[in-house]
């Protein structure tokens, strides 16, 4: 039990929807990261959040958005959607220490899109 | 860039057999290297770490040592379990930046009785 949970759990959209997945983090971190797993692959890095502001990114283009709120929850957001979106997408939080995560990530069971 | 290199799967073993993982990292600076399982059903969660040539983690009857020289951080057991039957994913951190985790591509075991 990691203490961050997700949702939805499973969602099916077809190309070019949009889609907005959810995360409640433990009290108490203020850093926040996103990562897609596709199948077989391991997790790879989307982006972070700290305090409500983006402080790092992966290789993944701007259609990938995120927001941070101040009670713990965060977004991310994928616009026009592709067919190798598909994947389970995982979040991540983590105690702050000086804005930078130690690198010890707790994780929520992730979300799995499906795009048709 | 950062990355991490990992055995491939699957692995299957009996019930008390020796358990090797093997994983080497690529990066510019000095990373922290970790160790995460995923157990069919659940998320992934931290096995072990280790922040500095030499360390050593361990959990759980699992150890990995940070080997700078080889640039190599292989997970180890000595006697595996059921329920040890799981994903395993070496994973390193960079430091200058966000910190965020470079994966490897995860390793499936799975221990028969």
């Known amino acids: 039990e990691t203490g961050v949970t997700q949702s939805p759990t499973h969602l099916i959209k077809t190309r070019g929807q949009q889609v907005t997945l959810r995360c409640s983090s433990q009290s108490g971190h203020n850093t926040v990261s996103w990562y897609q797993q596709a199948l077989g692959q391991g997790p790879q890095f989307i982006f972070q959040y700290y305090r409500e502001e983006e402080n790092g990114r992966g290789n993944f283009p701007p259609r990938f958005s995120g927001l941070q709120f101040p009670n713990y929850s965060s977004e991310l957001n994928v616009n026009a959607l592709e067919l190798d979106d598909s994947a389970l997408y995982l979040c991540a939080s983590s105690p702050e220490s000086g804005g930078k995560t130690t690198g010890e990530l707790f994780f929520g069971e992730g979300s799995r899109l499906t795009v048709l | 860039g950062d990355s991490v290199t990992q055995m491939e799967g699957p692995v299957t073993l009996s019930e008390e057999a020796f358990l090797t993982i093997n994983c080497t990292y690529t990066?510019?600076?000095?990373?922290?290297l970790f160790w995460y399982v995923q157990y069919p059903g659940e998320g992934l969660q931290l096995l072990l770490k280790a922040t500095k040539a030499d360390d050593k983690g361990s959990n759980k009857g699992f150890e990995a040592t940070y080997r700078k020289e080889t640039t190599s951080f292989h997970l180890e057991k000595g006697s595996v379990q059921v329920s040890d039957s799981a994903v395993y994913f070496c994973a390193l951190s960079d430091r200058g930046g966000a910190n965020n985790l470079f994966f490897g591509t995860g390793t499936r075991l799975t221990v028969i009785p």
């Open positions: 990066a510019t600076g000095y990373p922290s």
